[in-house]
């Protein structure tokens, strides 16, 4: 009688866990510049979120470095500065991109070299979408960012 009582509970739980399977959160063109062991990495990205609710980047990992953290290029009275965003909200229906000159998910302590052409995972964690992991080319980083105009499907 316990285990049929627990039964709905149970199925009750699982609900949620399918429903976040559909993932609304996409990122697209993840690169990397490329960078020396022991020094740091710049990667930059585009975090598309087509959900109907908010969700917020609580943290980053990545298997190439100690660490990986956010980071907001300010230019405060003509002095750059880096400053760390440890929680980034995406709205809704909304996308941020990580652009050069503003932000950027700073990677520091490297254990290999990031050459042109290599690849490698980076783990996002969403409130909401939980888990996503992309994989991140390093090229090139051009100066000039992508429009967010161009993407499909994004009301900016
Ligand atoms: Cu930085």
């Known amino acids: 009688m316990r285990i049929l009582f627990l039964l709905p509970v149970l199925l009750a739980l699982a609900v949620p866990a399918i429903a976040e399977s559909t993932d609304p959160i996409h990122i697209v063109d993840a690169k990397a510049r490329p960078a020396s062991p022991g020094g740091a990495g710049a990667v930059y990205l585009t975090v598309m979120n087509h959900g109907q609710s908010d969700d917020t980047i609580t943290g980053l990992s990545t298997p190439v470095a100690d660490k990986a953290e956010i980071h907001r290029t300010v230019n405060e009275n003509g002095v750059m500065r880096m400053d760390a965003v ?8 909304d996308g941020i991109a990580f652009t050069p000159g503003g932000l950027h998910i700073m990677l520091t302590g490297l254990h290999q070299p990031l050459k042109l052409g290599d690849s490698f995972p980076l783990t996002l964690n969403f409130t909401h979408a939980g888990v996503v992991t992309v994989t991140v080319e390093v090229a090139p980083i051009k100066a000039s960012p992508k429009p967010m105009a161009d993407m499909p499907g994004m009301k900016m």
């Not at 980034?88 to 229906?93: E, P, Q, R, T």
């Open 86 to 93: 440890p929680t980034l909200a995406v709205k809704a229906n």
